[in-house]
């Protein structure tokens, strides 16, 4: 099915249930509960988690497969947020050619750094991918300013020449994205008994390029392509003796990976049109790192995973302040509530990058293979069958 082999397939299936269904399994509390606040299910928030998924999944490529670590792929993040506005300014506010030229550009730029900084492995690559995306930052930030809005970052405005658009709405505001008509901003709200439920246009179309990306990704580490990328992480020294050139390959996954994030920062401009030279910092090239390696380095779903979690605590564990803990431990004594606030603080609100980084810490020494290594030791161990008396028992040799 769709050109997979059984488990793939089903690791796709579930990654479409689990999209589809966010709204869902995301608000698991009662709208008027005290633990509502863990909810997830708001429009923004989803959007994130498979926006982050996507650049995760295409850094994947390159680390988990490739085995070459950058640390300079937020500058194609920005390339493409910057891509997108400019042709929501110039063409139109359909997303669609938006995306395609974030896509395309960032494929052109990762080009030009991968043929550069391919010239070098281990460390002296991932120093030269950092130094490029520190000095795309820069130029973003103050050189290029006619081109980024420097500081401010770019964003529509009343005055751009849409070709293809109007530049302004009948009452005299900003027109919004949209795909052929359809507003990324429309939600639908559904409310059964204490919950609430928000379907957003938005979320759903960057699910539906997840899904795709994420097949892609399938396609990519099952592919003949693949298991060259696979043997060039094993040993590039002994497929150097083959006679094979592993330039060429590493290249094309570097370029492939640069796309991706293209890709997310073209998604994350048609849902908020705006574009920053935060998006290039080395701090956002350090976070998708974290990701892959909290999901799990190598594997197909691993990254998805690490992206959605530290954006829950990015979004949601850090608004745990003082006033929520004392809520929580209302019923205490005041000693004793006074206490164990004073426990908990340091590891929540704006402290929850402790609380990230002792995981982050627990996983790489306990978890090598990250998140999706603990949810296979938790399956092997429930399904683990004891032995019958008939199966363990040892057989008489025949006389």
Same mark, same amino acid.
């Given at each position: 099915?769709?050109?997979?082999?059984?488990?793939?397939?089903?690791?796709?299936?579930?990654?479409?249930?689990?999209?589809?269904?966010?709204?869902?399994?995301?608000?698991?509390?009662?709208?008027?509960?005290g633990?509502?606040?863990?909810?997830?299910?708001?429009?923004?928030?989803?959007?994130?988690?498979?926006?982050?998924?996507?650049?995760?999944?295409?850094?994947?490529?390159?680390?988990?497969?490739?085995?070459?670590?950058?640390?300079?792929?937020?500058?194609?993040l920005?390339?493409?947020?910057?891509?997108?506005?400019?042709?929501?300014?110039?063409?139109?506010?359909?997303?669609?050619?938006?995306?395609?030229?974030?896509?395309?550009?960032?494929?052109?730029?990762?080009?030009?750094?991968?043929?550069?900084?391919?010239?070098?492995?281990?460390i002296?690559?991932?120093?030269?991918?950092?130094?490029?995306?520190?000095?795309?930052?820069?130029?973003?930030?103050?050189?290029?300013?006619?081109?980024?809005?420097?500081?401010?970052g770019?964003q529509?405005?009343?005055?751009?020449?849409?070709?293809?658009?109007?530049?302004?709405?009948?009452?005299?505001?900003?027109?919004?994205?949209?795909?052929?008509?359809?507003?990324?901003?429309?939600?639908?709200?559904?409310?059964?008994?204490?919950?609430?439920?928000?379907?957003?246009?938005?979320?759903?179309?960057?699910?539906?390029?997840?899904?795709?990306?994420?097949?892609?990704?399938?396609?990519?580490?099952?592919?003949?392509?693949?298991?060259?990328?696979?043997?060039?992480?094993?040993?590039?020294?002994?497929?150097?003796?083959?006679?094979?050139?592993?330039?060429?390959?590493?290249?094309?996954?570097?370029?492939? !990976?640069? $796309?991706?994030? +293209? =890709?997310?920062g073209?998604l994350?401009?048609s849902?908020? /049109?705006?574009? #920053?030279a935060?998006?290039?910092?080395?701090?956002?090239?350090?976070?998708?790192?974290?990701?892959?390696?909290?999901?799990?380095?190598?594997?197909?779903?691993?990254?998805?995973?690490?992206?959605?979690?530290?954006?829950?605590?990015?979004?949601?564990?850090?608004?745990?302040?003082?006033?929520?803990?004392?809520?929580?431990? !209302?019923? $205490?004594?005041? +000693? =004793?509530?006074?206490?164990?606030?004073?426990?908990?603080? /340091?590891?929540? #609100?704006?402290?929850?990058?402790?609380t990230?980084?002792?995981?982050?810490?627990?996983v790489?020494a306990f978890?090598?293979?990250?998140?999706?290594?603990?949810?296979?030791?938790?399956?092997?161990?429930?399904?683990?069958?004891?032995?019958?008396?008939?199966?363990?028992?040892?057989?008489e040799?025949?006389?």
């Open positions: 099915m769709f050109g997979l082999q059984k488990k793939d397939t089903n690791l796709l299936l579930i990654v479409i249930a689990l999209t589809m269904l966010a709204p869902f399994i995301l608000n698991p509390f009662p709208t008027d509960s633990l509502a606040q863990f909810n997830a299910g708001y429009p923004d928030l989803m959007q994130r988690f498979v926006i982050f998924g996507i650049f995760a999944i295409g850094f994947n490529i390159l680390f988990g497969l490739t085995g070459y670590l950058s640390f300079g792929h937020a500058a194609f920005g390339v493409g947020s910057y891509s997108a506005v400019w042709m929501f300014k110039l063409l139109s506010m359909n997303i669609l050619p938006a995306i395609i030229l974030s896509v395309v550009i960032a494929g052109l730029f990762s080009l030009l750094i991968g043929w550069i900084s391919l010239r070098r492995t281990g002296y690559f991932s120093i030269l991918t950092l130094a490029f995306a520190q000095m795309s930052f820069a130029l973003a930030y103050s050189v290029l300013t006619p081109i980024t809005n420097g500081e401010t770019l529509i405005t009343l005055d751009d020449p849409r070709i293809l658009g109007i530049s302004q709405t009948a009452d005299g505001s900003i027109p919004v994205t949209n795909l052929f008509g359809m507003e990324m901003r429309a939600t639908t709200d559904l409310a059964l008994g204490a919950w609430s439920f928000t379907f957003s246009m938005g979320y759903y179309v960057c699910a539906v390029l997840m899904i795709l990306a994420f097949y892609m990704s399938i396609r990519i580490f099952r592919s003949p392509f693949g298991m060259m990328l696979r043997a060039i992480k094993s040993n590039q020294t002994r497929m150097n003796y083959t006679g094979l050139n592993p330039k060429p390959y590493t290249l094309a996954a570097f370029v492939i !990976s640069g $796309m991706y994030a +293209g =890709l997310a073209g994350m401009a849902m908020d /049109p705006l574009a #920053g935060e998006r290039m910092q080395w701090t956002a090239s350090g976070e998708v790192v974290l990701m892959t390696i909290l999901g799990g380095a190598g594997t197909l779903i691993g990254p998805v995973l690490g992206a959605g979690m530290i954006k829950y605590f990015e979004n949601i564990f850090s608004k745990i302040n003082d006033n929520v803990l004392h809520t929580w431990f !209302s019923f $205490m004594p005041d +000693g =004793l509530e006074n206490l164990m606030v004073g426990i908990l603080h /340091p590891f929540v #609100g704006k402290g929850w990058h402790l990230l980084g002792i995981i982050f810490m627990l790489v978890l090598p293979g990250g998140l999706v290594e603990g949810g296979q030791r938790i399956g092997r161990m429930f399904g683990r069958k004891k032995p019958t008396d008939d199966t363990s028992a040892k057989t040799p025949a006389e």
